[in-house]
């Protein structure tokens, strides 16, 4: 089982590795689980309501995919500020300027730097991804290059910065760690869809690469963008056209990729497994080993997604669950009451 990567059989649970934690989704909640420096555990849980049951249309194909696109990078976010709160990494004292700022918006300190921080985020991947593979498909075309050709070559300059960046941010201890906590978080899907017991015993015999991985879907939309914007997009001489027309393609590109993820995920054959071996290997880059305490985490927050929190479970000052092991958060675990009141 550690060297198979099978198809998932059904789309239960998704995930999202964090800074010493790891989020889960179930259908109607997220759960977030962070160990602390004291090696305590602590977890929040948040009703979840798929945009799909508010509105019918963002469930039908294609469009699925753009809303599920726009709500997982919203989500990324918040779900990154939550973890960094719980883990008592903003408690030090804001700059002047972060209070200048919070000031002029109206708005917390927290929420400015986080802000902030996603616009830079943007800025870094319009830059990395569309602004310099466009600057060398201008340059290619002066060369005299046809347009298959053009979007082939600027199509694999994507993927390569794709992978170079990854490659870089796995020499980062820190980024290094949260990508060990990304394994945990595919171990213990895994250990849920085979039905076992979830244990970091039974999650640790699986492997870290998984058909449904954020990583595989990155490959398939720079895969597909090479030919839907060889099919549809602006292909002339003008740079800024050709950036504008990658990035309005951008939504489409997105909802396409989905149906093809969820696709590959859920056949298995010959045809779909080699279809889907370049992004579990991509994998490799953003998936490490975890450690027992790390699919702990994992297992928790698999567990209060699933199951929610458990009954009379003590609270940390600033409301959140507190726990000391991942049995606790097992389904039908009750605390103590003395515990609870402590």
């Known amino acids: 089982m550690a060297n198979k990567a099978p198809a998932c059989p059904r789309v239960d649970i998704g995930g999202q590795a964090v800074m010493e ?3 889960m989704k179930s259908p109607d909640a997220i759960a977030i689980a962070v160990r602390r420096p004291d090696d305590s555990i602590v ?8 945009p799909s049951k508010k509105h019918k249309w963002m ?6 995919g753009i809303v599920n696109f726009c709500t997982m990078l919203s989500m990324g976010m918040n779900t990154l500020q939550t973890s960094t709160e719980m883990l008592g990494a903003m408690d030090e004292e804001p700059t002047k300027f972060e209070k200048w700022l919070a000031k002029k918006l109206g708005k917390g300190v927290d929420k400015v ?3 902030v921080a996603m616009v830079l985020a943007v800025i870094l991947s319009v830059g990395l991804f569309f602004v310099i593979p466009e600057a060398c498909a201008s340059g290619l075309r002066a060369l005299g290059l046809g347009r298959i050709a053009v979007n082939l070559l600027s199509g694999l300059v994507r993927i390569g910065i794709l992978i170079g960046y990854m490659i870089f941010c796995s020499f980062v201890p820190d980024v290094r760690r949260t ?8 171990k213990t899907v895994y250990c849920h869809e085979a039905d076992k017991p979830l244990t970091p015993e039974n999650a640790a015999p699986f492997t870290t690469l998984h058909p449904r991985c954020g990583t595989a879907f990155l490959l398939i939309v720079f895969t597909l963008s090479i030919i839907l914007f060889t099919l549809v997009g602006y292909n002339g001489d003008q740079y800024i056209l050709r950036l504008l027309s990658r990035l309005a393609l951008l939504p489409i590109v997105a909802g396409v990729s989905y149906e093809v993820l969820k696709g590959l995920a859920h056949s298995d054959n010959k045809l779909t497994n080699a279809l889907r071996w370049p992004g579990l290997q991509l994998q490799r880059l953003t998936t490490k080993q975890p450690d027992e305490k790390m699919l702990e985490i994992a297992i928790v927050a698999m567990n209060v997604a699933l199951h929610g929190l458990p009954e009379n479970a003590p609270t940390t000052e600033e409301g959140y669950t507190l726990l000391h092991s ?16 402590q």
Not at 326 to 341: D, H, I, L, N, T
Request: charged share 25%; hydrophobic share 40%.
């Open 21 to 23: 934690g790891v989020m």
């Open 43 to 50: 977890v929040k849980r948040s009703e979840y309501v798929a």
């Open 59 to 64: 469930g039908w194909p294609i469009l699925r």
């Open 113 to 115: 730097v986080m802000g």
């Open 179 to 186: 990508f060990q906590y990304h394994g945990a978080e595919h």
């Open 326 to 341: 991942y049995k606790e958060s097992e389904k039908g675990y009750v605390f103590p009451a003395e515990e609870a009141a």
